[in-house]
């Protein structure tokens, strides 16, 4: 069993839909992440979360938002989307929020926007 | 410019053959992380090893083995004797002196019966 948890692991929206993303780490770790990945793209960091602060914002739309209630919880409020937005959205978490840490990923949640 | 280069897209293999994929970073700190990933078809992206850039010890993990060479920037990664369960986009990645990973474009491995 994996120890980040992502749900659901498909969603198909319309660009007019709200949905959310969600995501639950296991390891007791303090820091969490969400990362893109389209297809023929590296991945893409979008927000980062240390201690339930956000301390990243990789330049992302604002029809994505995050929220982190605690440190085992991330998700990922999505309105408005646009067809370019469909990709493979993954959660991970670290010890902590400092260099070198080893992220752990999730299952990646696959998103269709029509 | 990219920091992870990974000039593999694709290798295909038979069964039992080993493959070596290729990773070649850049990177101007004198402490730095490299990674490598393992991502089936699944999604999932598997940790498969972490390497500082102090410790050029070549490691060995079963059928994974890495060659860890700063001289040319590079962190290699062969799998010796490959299964059908070793295809997957794998990736390699740097972390610098903050939190992010940068990740390579990935190499896909096909491992054929």
Known sequence: ?114 | AQKVTQAQTEISVVEKEDVTLDCVYETRDTTYYLFWYKQPPSGELVFLIRRNSFDEQNEISGRYSWNFQKSTSSFNFTITASQVVDSAVYFCALSEDDYKLSFGAGTTVTVRA
């Open chain 1, 1 to 114: 069993e994996t120890g980040v948890t992502q749900t659901p692991r498909h969603l198909v929206m319309g660009m007019t839909n709200k949905k959310s993303l969600k995501c639950e780490q296991h390891l007791g770790h303090n820091a969490m992440y969400w990362y893109k990945q389209s297809a023929k793209k590296p991945l893409e960091l979008m927000f980062v979360y240390n201690f339930k602060e956000q301390t990243e914002n990789n330049s992302v739309p604002s029809r994505f938002s995050p929220e982190c209630p605690n440190s085992s919880h991330l998700f990922l409020h999505l309105h408005t989307l646009q067809p370019e937005d469909s990709a493979l959205y993954l959660c991970a978490s670290s010890q902590e929020g400092g260099a070198g840490n080893t992220i752990y990923f999730g299952e990646g949640s696959w998103l269709t926007v029509v």
